[in-house]
């Protein structure tokens, strides 16, 4: 079975802090994502990488940054936490979309809840 | 938005009724898929319905597509407490972006 793992399930950390989450896949995929979800918009996606230290920005990434030094782990930093920045975050890994080792599913971790206060 | 919207957002039922949850989109669809998400957990992959397939049935659950209307439908039958979760619809954009619906919580009662 994938597992996806995510260092923290509960986070609370203050304004203006440096915030760190981490996650791990051992299925050796290619992709990983870093998604947000708030409650009544789904979920959205922070960052995407297809490849070690390759990243593609999605659809809010501001405020955040992302590190992708080994290809099981893809690291999300929030460089100055925000009150805004309180949701839960999903990892997910999948295999290429394209190609003869192709495949639509994506693997989550259990999630981060993260309270800035 | 690119988001999906599904309807309804939430849905009660009695154990054993039949749940039937709707997602539609503004851009067209692509290999949709629908997930669950138990409370406070990850997303997990339920069934995948490509482009080219009208329906598909996996157990107890039965996916409609419509490309022309973009939009699909998810029944699942003789629901059970255990089927309790939310619900979310999934299309692929591009060569790997997956636009999610915005959710339908569904509660089965005992």
């Known amino acids: 079975d994938v597992k996806v793992t995510q260092s923290s399930r509960y986070l609370v950390k203050r304004t203006g802090e440096k915030v760190f989450l981490e996650c791990v896949q051992d299925?050796?995929?290619?992709?990983m994502f870093w998604y947000r979800q708030d409650p009544g918009l789904g979920l959205r996606l922070i960052y995407f990488?297809?490849?070690?230290?390759?990243?593609e920005k999605g659809d809010i990434p501001e405020g955040y940054s992302v590190s992708r030094e080994k290809k099981e782990r893809f690291s999300l930093i929030l460089e100055s936490a925000s009150t805004n920045q309180t949701s839960m975050y999903l990892c997910?890994?999948?295999?290429?979309?394209?190609?003869?080792?192709?495949?639509?599913?994506?693997?989550f971790g259990p999630g981060t809840r993260l309270t800035v206060t | 938005s690119q988001q999906g919207e599904e309807d309804p957002q939430a849905l009660s039922i009695q154990e054993g009724e039949n749940a039937t949850m709707n997602c539609s989109y503004k851009t067209s669809i692509n290999n949709l898929q629908w997930y669950r998400q138990n409370s406070g957990r990850g997303l997990v992959h339920l069934i995948l319905?490509?482009?080219?397939?009208r329906e598909k049935h996996s157990g107890r659950l039965r996916v409609t597509l419509d490309t022309s209307k973009k939009s699909s439908s998810l029944l699942i039958t003789a629901s059970r407490a255990a089927d309790t979760a939310s619900y979310f619809c999934a299309t692929v954009a591009g060569t790997y972006k997956y636009i999610f619906g915005t959710g339908t919580r569904l509660k089965v009662l005992a």
């Open positions: 299925m050796d995929h290619e992709n």
């Open positions: 990488s297809y490849d070690v230290k390759m990243k």
């Open positions: 319905i490509r482009s080219n397939e």
């Open positions: 997910a890994s999948s295999l290429p979309l394209l190609g003869p080792a192709s495949s639509y599913e994506q693997y």
